[in-house]
């Protein structure tokens, strides 16, 4: 029997229509450090109209890609809507990444166009004479535009653009299944890797975002996407708001614990996403300081394991810390640690420490050696793998066979799946630990160390080992004004682990190296230890 149901397209259009049509009068706000500028949805909807015939004008007829090189702002809402919704594809560029990363992906890409901040020019000048396909360089607000001459770039002004573009735009009915923005991996191994979100995968994504089991966003909450809208569409938060006619309260630059905390106070966002690091220096802030972050609902965070220190120190100043996952590969969030509604005690805790359990519409299994589909008990452990409609098939001109698995996405994440769904992650395979025949989490020994009060930050790496093969090497950083030792913090795990496990090699560093995403930079730390720069304490 065939459907009766009309024929409408997913698209990221669709949900732009809504969102300006139905909550105009929403606003979006963007924080200047001392105070913010307003727009309202309506007003981003006319401007994002403008910005596509502009881009038009500037020889965008098709799907060629648009690339931003922006902060958390309006104007980056206003690409994120205009590019997709005109049949283009938007190409966040990641701004923390190395230059030589940077002019790999655009030029893998081809980008067209770039749009820049004006305070990030500095960094686009380095690498815009080698962008063999950009064509057009607009900039954003205020900014020395100099160092952008001669790079054989045509370069415009982004609000002079709009004010010669019509307030009205024909947006076209887009193939649902056609690419509507495109996000590299961090390449944390070879070249990164282009990954191609469609206009389906990003309105089912954003649709997931709103429910209850995800983050369940409403026209009740003010959302801030602290996490960088150059990675993985900051977690698909912005399209979910719109979706959900949220007000958007956006950090542009201002991402340390101080401005945050202003910000916080100021705009009472309700929920906020961001990684682990930003939150536990906003912790230490709040309770040196005393900032009032009690608005805050509901904080998702992710991008690497969430401390249980972390989110206890939360607890105790009423803001509740929800762990999710995914990756670029994913959209990003597949999974996110709502506990089961009967949890308490340490039940509950068991719930919220995992990765949480899958979203609706999402499949995952764990698999063993020679692809043996493992039993979801919470004892067998193995790679997780994953499908669903919005999680990719394939890299952009990137065959990578090794990654996909008859359907399923290898996401090279190692763990369990309990009976009741929730997966637990014991490490990434590249850093599960591997001494004397046995596996040791690198990420359980760094929560366990998180959670002392001296520690700041800990990362764990194996390092090569005569008799045991691999052996854990603790990366440890001490708070200002404290003074451990690593018999002290050997001690302290004991109890926690078994005594196999507990590292003799100790490293006291001043801070965790850190990727272009904000996650431990850990091969950064193998590296440093083969070339003898860190220096290393041996506990017998």
């Known amino acids: 029997m065939l459907s009766t149901m009309q024929e409408f397209p997913l698209a990221i259009g669709t949900v732009m229509r809504y969102g300006v049509e139905v909550f105009g009068d929403v606003e979006v706000v963007t924080w200047e450090g001392d105070g913010a500028r307003r727009r309202t949805y309506a007003e981003v909807g006319e401007r994002a109209a403008r910005l596509a015939g502009a881009l038009r004008q500037l020889g965008v007829d098709g799907d060629q890609r648009v690339a931003t090189f922006m902060w958390n702002n309006v104007e980056h809402l206003e690409a994120y809507l205009a590019v997709p919704s005109m049949g283009a594809v938007l190409h966040t560029l990641n701004l923390r990444l190395f230059p030589d990363q940077l002019v790999y992906i655009a030029n893998h890409a081809e980008d067209y166009v770039v749009i820049v901040d004006g305070s990030l020019i500095p960094l686009l000048a380095g690498v815009l004479p080698q962008l063999k396909t950009v064509r057009h360089v607009v900039v954003v607000g205020e900014g020395d535009t100099a160092p952008l001459e001669g790079a054989g770039k045509e370069l415009h002004q982004y609000e002079e653009l709009l004010a010669g573009a019509p307030a009205v735009f024909e947006w076209p009915e887009v193939d649902e299944r056609s690419a509507a923005a495109t996000?590299?991996?961090?390449?944390?191994?070879g070249n990164p890797k282009g990954v191609v979100y469609s206009h389906r995968s990003a309105y089912l994504?954003?649709?997931?975002?709103?429910?209850g089991n995800a983050m369940g966003l409403s026209a009740s909450d003010r959302v801030l996407p602290v996490v960088p809208m150059f990675h993985a569409n900051a977690w698909g938060m912005p399209y979910a708001a719109v979706m959900a006619g949220a007000a958007l309260v956006m950090p542009d630059r201002y991402l340390q614990a101080e401005p945050l905390a202003r910000l916080i106070e100021a705009e009472r966002p309700t929920v906020a996403g961001a990684v682990p690091t930003i939150w536990a220096d906003l912790l230490r802030y709040t309770k040196e300081h005393g900032a009032d972050l009690s608005?805050?609902?509901?904080?998702?965070?992710?991008?690497?394991?969430?401390?249980e220190a972390l989110m206890r120190g939360f607890d105790e100043i009423g803001v509740r810390i929800v762990q999710a996952w995914g990756m670029t590969e994913t959209s990003p969030v597949a999974t996110v640690a709502h506990p089961p509604v009967t949890a308490t005690g340490e039940e509950e805790w068991r719930a919220r420490i995992s990765q949480g359990r899958i979203l609706a519409g999402l499949e995952m299994r764990v698999v063993g050696d020679g692809d043996v589909v493992l039993p979801n008990d919470g004892e067998a452990v193995g790679e997780v793998e994953?499908?669903?409609?919005?999680?990719?098939?394939?890299?952009?001109?990137d065959e990578d066979p090794g990654k996909f698995h008859d359907g399923w996405l290898?996401?090279?994440?190692?763990?369990t799946l309990s009976p009741r769904g929730f997966l637990t992650l014991?490490?990434?395979?590249?850093?599960?630990?591997?001494?004397?025949?046995?596996w040791i989490s690198s990420v359980e020994l760094e929560n366990h160390l998180m959670a002392h009060p001296d520690i700041v930050e800990a990362a764990v790496v194996g390092v090569p080992d005569d008799r045991w093969q691999e052996r854990p090497l603790a990366s440890v950083v001490v708070r200002d004004g404290a003074s451990v030792t690593p018999e002290r913090l050997r001690e302290f795990l004991s109890g926690r682990i078994a005594k196999w496990q507990l590292p003799e090699r100790w490293a006291f560093i001043p801070e965790v190296p850190k990727t272009s995403v904000g996650k431990f930079d850990k091969k950064v730390l193998r590296r440093r230890y083969a070339d003898g720069e860190l220096e290393v304490r041996r506990v017998e």
């Open 205 to 211: 994504h954003s649709m997931a975002m709103c429910t």
């Open 426 to 438: 014991t490490d990434r395979a590249k850093d599960v630990i591997k001494s004397g025949g046995e």
């Open 386 to 397: 994953i499908r669903g409609p919005w999680i990719t098939a394939s890299y952009y001109l």
């Open 295 to 307: 608005s805050l609902r509901l904080v998702p965070c992710g991008g690497s394991a969430v401390p």
């Open 183 to 189: 996000c590299y991996t961090s390449g944390t191994t």
């Open 410 to 415: 290898r996401t090279g994440d190692v763990g």
